[in-house]
């Protein structure tokens, strides 16, 4: 599975913005996807995901009820909406992804769980 994740900018505070990852290749169809960021200085830390079926998604609490993750199964790419940017969402923003796992529930925010990246797309928020 190939990834290429794209939409990352520079915006202001308050604002918002989409970022995009398209997947690709012949396992691309039944795949949880997820958003992780990683800060300058900090860890990766999770942002959101969603099973391959775009039924269930799951939010880091710094994020819920600004960030929306959505899924086009007809276009095989996964969607993050960033409502409400806040300068501590300056981050580079990674999808990723992994096969369908019954245990997703459990291990989606968990980074070693994804065996697929995207090349990472920077977002900027400035105060």
């Known amino acids: 599975v190939q990834l290429q994740a794209s939409g990352g900018g520079l915006v202001q505070g308050g604002s918002s913005l989409r970022l995009s990852c398209a997947a690709s290749g012949r396992a691309s169809s039944r795949i949880n996807m997820g958003w992780f960021r990683q800060a300058p200085g900090k860890e990766r830390e999770f942002v959101a995901a969603?099973?391959?079926?775009?039924?269930?998604?799951y939010y880091a609490d710094s994020v819920k009820g600004r960030f929306t993750i959505s899924k086009d199964n007809a276009k095989n790419t996964v969607y993050l909406q960033m409502n409400s940017l806040k300068p501590g969402d300056t981050a580079v923003y990674y999808c990723?992804?992994?096969?369908?796992?019954?245990?997703?529930?459990?291990?989606?925010?968990?980074?070693?769980?994804?065996?697929?990246w995207g090349q990472g797309t920077l977002v900027t928020v400035s105060s």
């Open positions: 969603i099973t391959w079926s775009g039924q269930t998604t």
């Open positions: 990723a992804a992994r096969g369908e796992s019954v245990y997703f529930f459990r291990t989606h925010p968990i980074s070693n769980e994804y065996a697929y």
